[in-house]
Protein backbone atom coordinates (compact mmCIF):
# COMPACT_ATOMS: atom_id res chain seq x y z
CA UNK A 1 0.00 0.00 0.00
CA UNK A 2 1.01 3.93 -0.43
CA UNK A 3 2.61 5.39 2.20
CA UNK A 4 -0.20 6.80 4.42
CA UNK A 5 -1.11 10.77 4.44
CA UNK A 6 -0.43 10.72 8.34
CA UNK A 7 1.55 7.96 10.71
CA UNK A 8 1.76 8.83 14.60
CA UNK A 9 4.20 6.41 15.50
CA UNK A 10 4.24 5.91 19.34
CA UNK A 11 3.89 9.66 20.46
CA UNK A 12 4.59 10.18 23.70
CA UNK A 13 3.02 13.97 25.26
CA UNK A 14 3.55 15.52 28.67
CA UNK A 15 2.15 18.54 30.94
CA UNK A 16 5.43 19.46 32.13
CA UNK A 17 6.27 16.13 34.12
CA UNK A 18 3.01 14.33 33.86
CA UNK A 19 2.62 12.01 30.75
CA UNK A 20 -0.75 12.86 29.03
CA UNK A 21 -0.33 10.35 26.05
CA UNK A 22 2.14 7.55 26.88
CA UNK A 23 2.23 5.34 23.74
CA UNK A 24 -0.51 6.43 20.91
CA UNK A 25 0.03 4.98 17.20
CA UNK A 26 -2.44 5.32 14.10
CA UNK A 27 -2.66 6.45 10.67
CA UNK A 28 -4.97 8.44 8.60
CA UNK A 29 -4.61 7.38 4.64
CA UNK A 30 -5.56 10.24 1.84
CA UNK A 31 -9.32 10.77 1.70
CA UNK A 32 -10.23 8.73 5.00
CA UNK A 33 -12.13 10.57 8.30
CA UNK A 34 -10.56 8.27 11.01
CA UNK A 35 -11.60 9.51 14.55
CA UNK A 36 -10.08 9.71 18.42
CA UNK A 37 -12.63 8.27 21.11
CA UNK A 38 -12.42 7.90 24.17
CA UNK A 39 -13.63 9.38 27.55
CA UNK A 40 -12.28 12.62 29.06
CA UNK A 41 -8.79 12.76 30.07
CA UNK A 42 -8.19 9.58 27.78
CA UNK A 43 -5.77 11.63 25.59
CA UNK A 44 -7.50 12.96 22.50
CA UNK A 45 -7.01 16.23 22.20
CA UNK A 46 -3.27 16.19 23.63
CA UNK A 47 -2.99 13.65 20.85
CA UNK A 48 -4.48 15.96 18.27
CA UNK A 49 -2.43 19.43 19.75
CA UNK A 50 0.70 17.06 18.90
CA UNK A 51 -0.51 16.51 15.27
CA UNK A 52 -0.91 20.25 15.42
CA UNK A 53 2.69 21.17 16.82
CA UNK A 54 1.21 22.22 19.55
CA UNK A 55 3.04 20.56 21.51
CA UNK A 56 6.14 18.33 21.06
CA UNK A 57 6.29 14.69 22.07
CA UNK A 58 8.76 13.60 24.08
CA UNK A 59 9.25 10.25 22.55
CA UNK A 60 7.95 8.79 18.73
CA UNK A 61 7.70 10.19 15.35
CA UNK A 62 5.01 12.22 13.50
CA UNK A 63 4.94 12.07 9.84
CA UNK A 64 3.29 13.78 7.42
CA UNK A 65 3.42 13.01 3.56
CA UNK A 66 6.06 10.59 3.89
CA UNK A 67 8.51 13.48 5.24
CA UNK A 68 9.31 13.76 9.16
CA UNK A 69 7.75 16.37 10.88
CA UNK A 70 8.17 15.47 14.67
CA UNK A 71 10.16 18.93 15.30
CA UNK A 72 8.14 21.42 13.37
CA UNK A 73 6.81 24.34 14.75
CA UNK A 74 2.57 25.06 14.77
CA UNK A 75 2.62 27.14 11.83
CA UNK A 76 5.08 25.48 10.12
CA UNK A 77 2.74 22.42 10.08
CA UNK A 78 0.01 24.61 8.74
CA UNK A 79 2.11 25.53 5.82
CA UNK A 80 2.69 21.77 5.29
CA UNK A 81 -1.14 21.55 5.43
CA UNK A 82 -2.21 20.29 8.60
CA UNK A 83 -4.95 22.97 9.61
CA UNK A 84 -6.67 22.67 13.28
CA UNK A 85 -9.88 23.46 14.48
CA UNK A 86 -8.90 23.78 17.68
CA UNK A 87 -11.32 22.98 20.70
CA UNK A 88 -13.51 25.54 21.94
CA UNK A 89 -13.19 27.34 18.40
CA UNK A 90 -11.55 30.04 18.82
CA UNK A 91 -12.37 32.48 16.24
CA UNK A 92 -10.54 36.06 16.32
CA UNK A 93 -13.30 37.68 18.08
CA UNK A 94 -12.92 41.12 17.07
CA UNK A 95 -11.82 40.58 13.50
CA UNK A 96 -14.89 39.90 11.26
CA UNK A 97 -16.52 36.77 9.53
CA UNK A 98 -14.64 37.58 6.46
CA UNK A 99 -11.24 38.74 8.14
CA UNK A 100 -11.44 35.66 9.69
CA UNK A 101 -11.64 33.60 6.73
CA UNK A 102 -8.76 36.22 5.61
CA UNK A 103 -6.41 34.94 7.75
CA UNK A 104 -7.68 31.33 6.77
CA UNK A 105 -5.88 31.92 3.74
CA UNK A 106 -2.65 33.87 5.75
CA UNK A 107 -0.52 30.89 3.55
CA UNK A 108 -1.78 32.16 0.19
CA UNK A 109 -2.19 35.96 1.18
CA UNK A 110 0.01 37.11 -1.86
CA UNK A 111 -2.96 35.87 -4.17
CA UNK A 112 -5.67 37.96 -3.11
CA UNK A 113 -7.77 36.60 -6.08
CA UNK A 114 -7.78 33.23 -5.11
CA UNK A 115 -8.27 33.77 -1.45
CA UNK A 116 -11.35 35.91 -2.54
CA UNK A 117 -12.91 33.05 -4.43
CA UNK A 118 -11.79 30.56 -1.55
CA UNK A 119 -13.86 32.79 1.01
CA UNK A 120 -16.71 33.08 -1.82
CA UNK A 121 -16.88 29.44 -1.89
CA UNK A 122 -16.53 28.98 2.08
CA UNK A 123 -19.50 31.52 2.09
CA UNK A 124 -21.94 29.32 -0.43
CA UNK A 125 -21.21 26.39 1.76
CA UNK A 126 -22.66 27.40 5.07
CA UNK A 127 -24.75 30.36 3.92
CA UNK A 128 -25.57 31.77 7.33
CA UNK A 129 -21.87 33.09 7.48
CA UNK A 130 -22.30 34.93 4.02
CA UNK A 131 -25.65 36.81 6.17
CA UNK A 132 -22.76 37.93 9.11
CA UNK A 133 -20.01 38.25 6.37
CA UNK A 134 -19.08 42.05 8.09
CA UNK A 135 -19.80 41.00 11.63
CA UNK A 136 -17.67 40.78 14.10
CA UNK A 137 -17.11 37.14 15.06
CA UNK A 138 -17.30 37.09 18.57
CA UNK A 139 -21.35 38.01 18.18
CA UNK A 140 -21.85 35.08 16.07
CA UNK A 141 -23.82 32.28 17.88
CA UNK A 142 -21.93 29.01 19.23
CA UNK A 143 -22.98 27.33 15.93
CA UNK A 144 -21.96 29.93 13.81
CA UNK A 145 -18.60 30.58 15.26
CA UNK A 146 -18.15 26.77 14.48
CA UNK A 147 -18.69 27.00 11.20
CA UNK A 148 -16.09 30.02 10.62
CA UNK A 149 -13.79 28.14 12.59
CA UNK A 150 -14.45 25.05 9.98
CA UNK A 151 -14.03 27.38 7.33
CA UNK A 152 -10.74 29.27 8.28
CA UNK A 153 -9.19 26.29 8.60
CA UNK A 154 -10.55 25.20 5.40
CA UNK A 155 -9.47 28.20 3.40
CA UNK A 156 -5.69 26.90 3.73
CA UNK A 157 -6.94 24.29 1.60
CA UNK A 158 -5.38 21.33 3.82
CA UNK A 159 -4.47 17.69 3.32
CA UNK A 160 -5.39 17.35 6.58
CA UNK A 161 -8.11 18.44 8.38
CA UNK A 162 -7.70 18.23 12.28
CA UNK A 163 -10.99 18.72 14.44
CA UNK A 164 -10.70 19.23 18.29
CA UNK A 165 -14.56 18.36 19.57
CA UNK A 166 -16.50 20.44 17.03
CA UNK A 167 -19.64 19.25 18.67
CA UNK A 168 -18.79 20.98 22.37
CA UNK A 169 -21.48 22.97 23.46
CA UNK A 170 -23.45 22.93 20.45
CA UNK A 171 -27.07 22.10 20.38
CA UNK A 172 -27.88 18.91 18.65
CA UNK A 173 -29.76 20.72 15.19
CA UNK A 174 -26.64 22.42 14.91
CA UNK A 175 -24.31 19.84 15.49
CA UNK A 176 -25.67 17.48 12.45
CA UNK A 177 -25.21 20.72 10.65
CA UNK A 178 -21.74 20.67 11.29
CA UNK A 179 -21.10 17.04 10.46
CA UNK A 180 -22.56 17.07 7.48
CA UNK A 181 -20.42 20.03 6.74
CA UNK A 182 -17.50 17.66 7.45
CA UNK A 183 -18.61 14.51 5.63
CA UNK A 184 -18.91 17.28 2.26
CA UNK A 185 -15.20 18.67 3.07
CA UNK A 186 -14.47 14.84 3.11
CA UNK A 187 -16.33 13.78 -0.08
CA UNK A 188 -14.53 16.58 -1.98
CA UNK A 189 -11.33 15.12 -1.08
CA UNK A 190 -9.42 16.47 2.29
CA UNK A 191 -8.90 13.75 4.97
CA UNK A 192 -10.44 14.79 8.21
CA UNK A 193 -8.79 13.72 11.79
CA UNK A 194 -11.94 13.67 14.20
CA UNK A 195 -11.58 13.94 18.09
CA UNK A 196 -14.73 13.59 19.71
CA UNK A 197 -16.37 13.19 22.84
CA UNK A 198 -19.52 12.07 21.44
CA UNK A 199 -18.58 8.89 20.08
CA UNK A 200 -21.67 7.74 18.52
CA UNK A 201 -21.84 10.72 16.29
CA UNK A 202 -17.79 10.13 15.56
CA UNK A 203 -18.43 6.68 15.24
CA UNK A 204 -21.10 7.37 12.45
CA UNK A 205 -18.61 9.77 10.51
CA UNK A 206 -15.12 8.28 10.36
CA UNK A 207 -14.81 5.40 8.20
CA UNK A 208 -12.24 3.92 10.80
CA UNK A 209 -11.46 4.49 14.77
CA UNK A 210 -9.06 4.31 17.71
CA UNK A 211 -10.55 4.31 20.92
CA UNK A 212 -8.11 5.77 23.39
CA UNK A 213 -8.14 5.35 26.80
CA UNK A 214 -5.40 6.80 30.11
CA UNK A 215 -3.54 7.49 27.23
CA UNK A 216 -3.07 4.66 24.77
CA UNK A 217 -4.96 2.69 22.31
CA UNK A 218 -7.22 0.09 23.27
CA UNK A 219 -8.92 -0.69 20.38
CA UNK A 220 -9.34 0.21 16.81
CA UNK A 221 -10.67 -0.33 13.48
CA UNK A 222 -14.03 0.11 11.20
CA UNK A 223 -15.79 2.10 12.79
CA UNK A 224 -18.78 -0.40 11.91
CA UNK A 225 -16.93 -3.00 13.76
CA UNK A 226 -16.04 -0.70 16.93
CA UNK A 227 -19.89 0.39 16.89
CA UNK A 228 -20.33 -3.09 18.21
CA UNK A 229 -17.04 -4.15 20.50
CA UNK A 230 -18.51 -4.52 23.75
CA UNK A 231 -16.09 -2.23 25.83
CA UNK A 232 -16.99 0.85 23.37
CA UNK A 233 -20.42 0.08 23.82
CA UNK A 234 -20.49 -0.27 27.05
CA UNK A 235 -17.97 2.71 27.99
CA UNK A 236 -19.38 5.14 25.56
CA UNK A 237 -22.13 4.42 23.66
CA UNK A 238 -24.40 3.92 26.91
CA UNK A 239 -25.12 0.45 27.75
CA UNK A 240 -25.51 -2.06 25.41
CA UNK B 1 -31.61 67.38 1.67
CA UNK B 2 -30.71 63.30 1.60
CA UNK B 3 -32.65 61.98 5.02
CA UNK B 4 -30.54 59.28 7.09
CA UNK B 5 -31.94 56.14 6.89
CA UNK B 6 -29.38 53.79 7.76
CA UNK B 7 -27.36 53.24 10.84
CA UNK B 8 -24.39 54.69 9.93
CA UNK B 9 -22.33 57.24 12.01
CA UNK B 10 -23.24 60.68 11.99
CA UNK B 11 -21.09 62.34 9.44
CA UNK B 12 -18.25 59.53 8.93
CA UNK B 13 -14.92 61.94 8.26
CA UNK B 14 -13.21 60.02 5.55
CA UNK B 15 -9.35 59.48 6.24
CA UNK B 16 -8.18 62.66 4.15
CA UNK B 17 -10.45 65.08 6.09
CA UNK B 18 -9.14 64.06 8.69
CA UNK B 19 -5.13 63.87 7.92
CA UNK B 20 -6.09 67.51 6.55
CA UNK B 21 -7.45 68.47 10.00
CA UNK B 22 -4.75 67.54 11.77
CA UNK B 23 -1.95 68.70 9.60
CA UNK B 24 -4.12 72.20 9.95
CA UNK B 25 -4.09 71.21 13.58
CA UNK B 26 -0.25 70.93 13.83
CA UNK B 27 0.30 73.62 11.55
CA UNK B 28 -1.82 76.05 13.66
CA UNK B 29 -1.13 74.99 17.78
CA UNK B 30 1.77 76.63 18.07
CA UNK B 31 0.27 79.69 16.19
CA UNK B 32 -2.44 79.96 18.76
CA UNK B 33 -0.68 78.97 21.77
CA UNK B 34 1.63 81.54 21.31
CA UNK B 35 3.62 81.54 24.86
CA UNK B 36 6.83 79.71 24.98
CA UNK B 37 5.40 77.78 27.75
CA UNK B 38 2.19 76.46 26.16
CA UNK B 39 4.63 76.03 22.69
CA UNK B 40 7.34 73.67 25.55
CA UNK B 41 4.18 71.69 26.09
CA UNK B 42 3.18 71.10 22.80
CA UNK B 43 6.63 69.81 21.67
CA UNK B 44 6.41 67.39 24.62
CA UNK B 45 2.82 66.80 23.35
CA UNK B 46 4.14 65.50 20.18
CA UNK B 47 6.66 63.17 21.88
CA UNK B 48 3.93 61.67 23.53
CA UNK B 49 2.11 61.12 20.70
CA UNK B 50 4.35 59.40 19.03
CA UNK B 51 5.62 56.82 22.22
CA UNK B 52 2.02 56.62 22.80
CA UNK B 53 1.50 55.29 19.00
CA UNK B 54 4.63 52.77 19.58
CA UNK B 55 3.38 51.15 22.80
CA UNK B 56 -0.43 50.95 21.15
CA UNK B 57 1.49 49.08 18.25
CA UNK B 58 2.41 46.53 20.63
CA UNK B 59 -0.14 46.56 23.31
CA UNK B 60 -2.98 47.54 21.39
CA UNK B 61 -2.86 46.03 17.88
CA UNK B 62 -0.18 42.62 18.49
CA UNK B 63 -1.69 42.20 22.45
CA UNK B 64 1.14 42.04 23.99
CA UNK B 65 1.51 43.61 27.37
CA UNK B 66 4.53 46.04 27.17
CA UNK B 67 5.25 48.37 30.55
CA UNK B 68 8.91 48.70 29.27
CA UNK B 69 8.70 51.04 26.81
CA UNK B 70 10.02 54.15 28.54
CA UNK B 71 13.66 51.98 28.37
CA UNK B 72 13.22 52.69 24.05
CA UNK B 73 12.54 56.04 24.75
CA UNK B 74 15.66 56.42 27.00
CA UNK B 75 18.27 54.19 24.65
CA UNK B 76 17.25 56.81 21.69
CA UNK B 77 17.52 59.62 23.90
CA UNK B 78 21.44 58.29 25.18
CA UNK B 79 22.65 57.10 22.34
CA UNK B 80 21.65 60.15 19.84
CA UNK B 81 23.43 62.12 22.78
CA UNK B 82 26.25 60.23 23.25
CA UNK B 83 26.88 59.83 19.26
CA UNK B 84 26.87 63.58 19.11
CA UNK B 85 28.90 64.81 21.77
CA UNK B 86 31.36 62.06 22.34
CA UNK B 87 32.11 60.82 18.70
CA UNK B 88 31.29 64.01 16.87
CA UNK B 89 28.58 62.34 14.75
CA UNK B 90 26.13 64.82 12.58
CA UNK B 91 22.91 65.16 14.77
CA UNK B 92 20.43 63.24 11.70
CA UNK B 93 22.70 60.72 11.60
CA UNK B 94 23.03 60.25 15.17
CA UNK B 95 18.90 60.03 14.82
CA UNK B 96 18.93 57.33 12.33
CA UNK B 97 21.28 55.01 14.82
CA UNK B 98 19.89 55.92 17.84
CA UNK B 99 16.76 54.65 16.29
CA UNK B 100 18.34 51.37 15.45
CA UNK B 101 19.71 51.01 18.41
CA UNK B 102 16.51 51.14 20.15
CA UNK B 103 15.14 48.95 17.49
CA UNK B 104 17.38 46.22 18.26
CA UNK B 105 16.98 46.48 22.23
CA UNK B 106 13.21 46.14 21.38
CA UNK B 107 13.99 43.03 19.26
CA UNK B 108 15.75 41.70 22.16
CA UNK B 109 12.76 42.13 24.43
CA UNK B 110 10.69 40.12 21.91
CA UNK B 111 12.53 37.27 22.38
CA UNK B 112 11.34 37.42 25.92
CA UNK B 113 8.14 37.77 24.34
CA UNK B 114 8.07 34.82 22.33
CA UNK B 115 8.33 32.68 25.44
CA UNK B 116 6.00 34.57 27.75
CA UNK B 117 2.24 35.82 28.16
CA UNK B 118 0.58 38.28 29.63
CA UNK B 119 1.30 39.23 33.19
CA UNK B 120 4.69 37.64 33.08
CA UNK B 121 5.44 39.05 29.91
CA UNK B 122 4.50 42.42 32.00
CA UNK B 123 6.79 41.93 34.72
CA UNK B 124 9.67 40.89 32.37
CA UNK B 125 9.38 43.99 29.82
CA UNK B 126 8.82 45.73 33.37
CA UNK B 127 12.18 44.51 34.07
CA UNK B 128 13.91 45.34 31.25
CA UNK B 129 13.09 48.90 31.86
CA UNK B 130 14.25 48.81 35.43
CA UNK B 131 17.72 47.21 33.74
CA UNK B 132 17.84 50.16 31.69
CA UNK B 133 18.04 52.55 34.01
CA UNK B 134 20.13 51.17 36.62
CA UNK B 135 22.45 51.41 33.51
CA UNK B 136 21.89 54.53 32.96
CA UNK B 137 22.64 55.02 36.55
CA UNK B 138 25.80 53.23 36.49
CA UNK B 139 27.79 52.87 33.62
CA UNK B 140 28.90 56.36 34.84
CA UNK B 141 32.25 56.01 32.21
CA UNK B 142 29.41 56.85 29.29
CA UNK B 143 26.36 57.99 30.77
CA UNK B 144 27.90 60.36 33.09
CA UNK B 145 25.39 58.58 36.05
CA UNK B 146 23.12 60.88 38.12
CA UNK B 147 25.05 63.71 37.34
CA UNK B 148 23.67 63.79 34.22
CA UNK B 149 24.67 65.78 30.63
CA UNK B 150 24.35 68.89 30.50
CA UNK B 151 24.25 71.72 27.67
CA UNK B 152 22.78 69.99 25.25
CA UNK B 153 22.43 71.52 21.76
CA UNK B 154 18.54 71.42 19.76
CA UNK B 155 19.14 69.67 16.55
CA UNK B 156 21.07 71.51 14.51
CA UNK B 157 19.47 74.46 11.47
CA UNK B 158 18.30 72.88 8.68
CA UNK B 159 19.47 74.84 5.69
CA UNK B 160 17.76 74.40 2.04
CA UNK B 161 18.42 75.87 -0.84
CA UNK B 162 16.39 79.02 -1.90
CA UNK B 163 14.45 79.42 1.92
CA UNK B 164 15.53 80.73 5.14
CA UNK B 165 17.49 78.42 7.21
CA UNK B 166 15.38 76.41 10.26
CA UNK B 167 16.60 76.97 13.33
CA UNK B 168 15.25 74.55 16.24
CA UNK B 169 16.43 76.37 19.01
CA UNK B 170 12.90 77.53 19.65
CA UNK B 171 10.26 75.45 20.30
CA UNK B 172 8.13 76.99 17.37
CA UNK B 173 10.05 75.02 14.84
CA UNK B 174 10.61 71.95 17.27
CA UNK B 175 7.08 71.33 17.65
CA UNK B 176 6.71 71.51 13.88
CA UNK B 177 9.78 69.08 13.50
CA UNK B 178 8.17 66.37 16.29
CA UNK B 179 4.63 67.10 14.96
CA UNK B 180 5.22 66.77 11.30
CA UNK B 181 7.42 63.01 12.10
CA UNK B 182 4.46 62.65 14.69
CA UNK B 183 2.02 62.81 11.56
CA UNK B 184 4.29 60.99 9.39
CA UNK B 185 4.46 58.02 11.98
CA UNK B 186 0.86 58.20 12.16
CA UNK B 187 -0.01 57.84 8.71
CA UNK B 188 2.91 54.78 8.13
CA UNK B 189 1.24 52.89 11.17
CA UNK B 190 -2.34 53.66 9.78
CA UNK B 191 -1.66 51.98 6.87
CA UNK B 192 0.29 50.02 8.55
CA UNK B 193 -2.48 48.43 10.45
CA UNK B 194 -5.00 48.33 7.70
CA UNK B 195 -2.60 46.25 5.78
CA UNK B 196 -2.55 42.53 5.80
CA UNK B 197 0.37 42.83 7.90
CA UNK B 198 -2.32 44.65 10.23
CA UNK B 199 -4.32 41.66 10.26
CA UNK B 200 -1.78 39.39 11.20
CA UNK B 201 -1.21 41.32 14.55
CA UNK B 202 -4.43 41.72 15.14
CA UNK B 203 -5.26 37.63 14.82
CA UNK B 204 -1.88 37.07 17.22
CA UNK B 205 -3.71 39.16 19.22
CA UNK B 206 -7.03 37.63 19.52
CA UNK B 207 -5.61 33.78 19.37
CA UNK B 208 -2.21 32.77 19.61
CA UNK B 209 -3.22 29.27 18.94
CA UNK B 210 -5.90 29.68 16.02
CA UNK B 211 -2.85 32.15 14.70
CA UNK B 212 -0.12 29.28 14.32
CA UNK B 213 -2.55 26.72 13.15
CA UNK B 214 -2.93 29.19 10.10
CA UNK B 215 0.36 29.33 9.29
CA UNK B 216 1.48 32.88 10.99
CA UNK B 217 4.76 32.79 12.53
CA UNK B 218 4.20 34.27 16.18
CA UNK B 219 7.74 34.83 16.87
CA UNK B 220 8.83 36.85 13.37
CA UNK B 221 5.58 39.04 13.96
CA UNK B 222 5.93 39.64 17.06
CA UNK B 223 9.55 40.81 16.79
CA UNK B 224 8.36 43.08 13.84
CA UNK B 225 5.68 44.83 16.59
CA UNK B 226 8.26 44.83 19.23
CA UNK B 227 11.34 45.95 16.79
CA UNK B 228 9.34 48.51 15.27
CA UNK B 229 7.74 50.13 17.97
CA UNK B 230 10.94 50.86 19.64
CA UNK B 231 11.92 52.13 17.03
CA UNK B 232 9.41 54.69 16.74
CA UNK B 233 9.66 55.21 21.01
CA UNK B 234 13.76 55.20 20.01
CA UNK B 235 12.92 58.52 17.33
CA UNK B 236 11.16 60.18 19.94
CA UNK B 237 14.08 59.96 22.20
CA UNK B 238 16.17 61.55 20.33
CA UNK B 239 14.68 65.05 20.25
CA UNK B 240 13.72 64.73 24.21
CA UNK B 241 17.66 66.02 25.42
CA UNK B 242 17.55 68.86 22.92
CA UNK B 243 15.02 70.28 23.66
CA UNK B 244 15.18 70.05 27.50
CA UNK B 245 18.77 70.89 27.18
CA UNK B 246 19.77 68.34 29.88
CA UNK B 247 19.84 64.08 30.26
CA UNK B 248 19.68 62.53 33.44
CA UNK B 249 17.83 58.79 34.42
CA UNK B 250 15.20 60.29 36.03
CA UNK B 251 13.77 61.56 32.94
CA UNK B 252 12.97 57.33 32.11
CA UNK B 253 12.41 56.51 35.60
CA UNK B 254 10.09 53.29 34.98
CA UNK B 255 7.02 55.38 35.71
CA UNK B 256 7.12 56.97 32.31
CA UNK B 257 5.81 53.51 30.90
CA UNK B 258 2.94 53.46 33.27
CA UNK B 259 2.15 57.03 31.88
CA UNK B 260 2.54 56.23 27.98
CA UNK B 261 0.45 52.82 29.29
CA UNK B 262 -1.87 55.56 30.55
CA UNK B 263 -1.76 57.31 26.96
CA UNK B 264 -2.62 53.99 25.56
CA UNK B 265 -5.87 52.76 27.37
CA UNK B 266 -7.40 56.22 28.23
CA UNK B 267 -7.51 56.89 24.72
CA UNK B 268 -8.56 53.96 23.52
CA UNK B 269 -6.18 50.99 22.72
CA UNK B 270 -6.32 49.26 19.24
CA UNK B 271 -7.47 52.04 17.43
CA UNK B 272 -5.35 54.88 15.43
CA UNK B 273 -6.83 57.75 16.98
CA UNK B 274 -7.47 56.68 20.52
CA UNK B 275 -3.84 56.86 21.96
CA UNK B 276 -3.13 59.98 19.80
CA UNK B 277 -6.11 61.53 21.90
CA UNK B 278 -4.72 60.44 25.11
CA UNK B 279 -1.51 61.64 24.54
CA UNK B 280 -2.96 65.12 24.04
CA UNK B 281 -5.33 64.63 27.24
CA UNK B 282 -2.69 63.35 29.46
CA UNK B 283 -0.37 65.91 28.06
CA UNK B 284 -2.22 69.24 28.94
CA UNK B 285 -4.89 67.72 31.70
CA UNK B 286 -1.53 68.26 34.63
CA UNK B 287 -1.10 71.47 33.30
CA UNK B 288 -4.27 73.15 33.26
CA UNK B 289 -5.39 71.60 36.51
CA UNK B 290 -2.10 73.11 37.56
CA UNK B 291 -3.87 75.86 39.58
CA UNK B 292 -5.47 73.43 41.80
CA UNK B 293 -1.93 72.23 43.43
CA UNK B 294 -1.64 69.33 45.10
CA UNK B 295 -5.02 68.68 44.65
CA UNK B 296 -4.13 68.00 40.68
CA UNK B 297 -2.28 64.69 41.23
CA UNK B 298 -5.61 63.34 42.75
CA UNK B 299 -7.84 64.78 40.12
CA UNK B 300 -5.55 63.04 37.55
CA UNK B 301 -5.71 59.61 39.59
CA UNK B 302 -9.03 59.69 39.92
CA UNK B 303 -9.83 60.72 35.86
CA UNK B 304 -7.94 58.09 35.47
CA UNK B 305 -9.73 55.39 37.91
CA UNK B 306 -13.16 56.48 36.35
CA UNK B 307 -11.70 55.96 32.95
CA UNK B 308 -10.64 52.46 33.48
CA UNK B 309 -13.61 51.46 35.63
CA UNK B 310 -16.67 52.68 32.98
CA UNK B 311 -14.95 53.40 29.79
CA UNK B 312 -12.64 50.50 29.24
CA UNK B 313 -12.89 51.12 25.48
CA UNK B 314 -11.68 54.90 26.27
CA UNK B 315 -11.98 58.46 25.45
CA UNK B 316 -12.75 56.73 21.94
CA UNK B 317 -15.42 54.48 23.55
CA UNK B 318 -17.35 57.07 24.78
CA UNK B 319 -17.36 59.55 21.39
CA UNK B 320 -18.88 56.58 19.71
CA UNK B 321 -21.21 55.71 22.31
CA UNK B 322 -22.17 59.55 22.34
CA UNK B 323 -22.00 59.60 18.39
CA UNK B 324 -24.67 56.27 18.25
CA UNK B 325 -26.61 57.87 20.79
CA UNK B 326 -27.27 61.25 17.99
CA UNK B 327 -27.35 59.28 14.97
CA UNK B 328 -30.03 57.04 16.53
CA UNK B 329 -32.04 60.17 17.68
CA UNK B 330 -31.44 61.57 14.28
CA UNK B 331 -32.57 58.67 12.64
CA UNK B 332 -35.69 58.58 14.46
CA UNK B 333 -36.48 62.34 13.93
CA UNK B 334 -36.58 61.38 10.49
CA UNK B 335 -38.64 58.17 10.31
CA UNK B 336 -41.34 58.56 8.62
Redesign the interface.
Known amino acids: MSTPLLAVESIELAYGDVPAVRDVSFKVDEGEIVTLVGSNGAGKSTTLRGVAGLMRPRRGRIVFQGRDITSLPAWERAIAGIALVPEGRRVFPFLTVRENLEMGGYKDRRDGARVGARIERMLDMFPRLRERAGQRAGTLSGGEQQMLALTRALMSEPRLLCLDEPSLGLAPLVVQEIFRGIRAINAAGTSVLLVEQNARYALETASRGYVLQTGGVIASGPCTELMHDARVRQAYLGRG | MITRTDRAPLIPPSRWVGYLLAFALIVAAPLVLGTPYWRGILVVCAMNVLLALSLNLVLGYTGQLNLGQSAFFAIGAYVSVILVRSHGWNFWLAMVAASAAAGMAGLLLAAFAVRLRGHYLGIASLGFAVITYQVLVNWEGVTEGVRGIYGIMPPPPIKLPGLPEISFGNSLALFWLVGGIAFAVYWMLDNLVRS?VG??L??LR??E??????????ARWKAFAFGLASTIAGLAGCFYPGFVGTLVPDAFNIVESFTMLAMVIVGGM?SMIGPVIGAVVLTFLPELLRSAGELRLMIYGIALTLVVLFMPGGILQLVQIVRARLSRRAGAGASR
Open positions: PETRAEDVSAASLGINAG
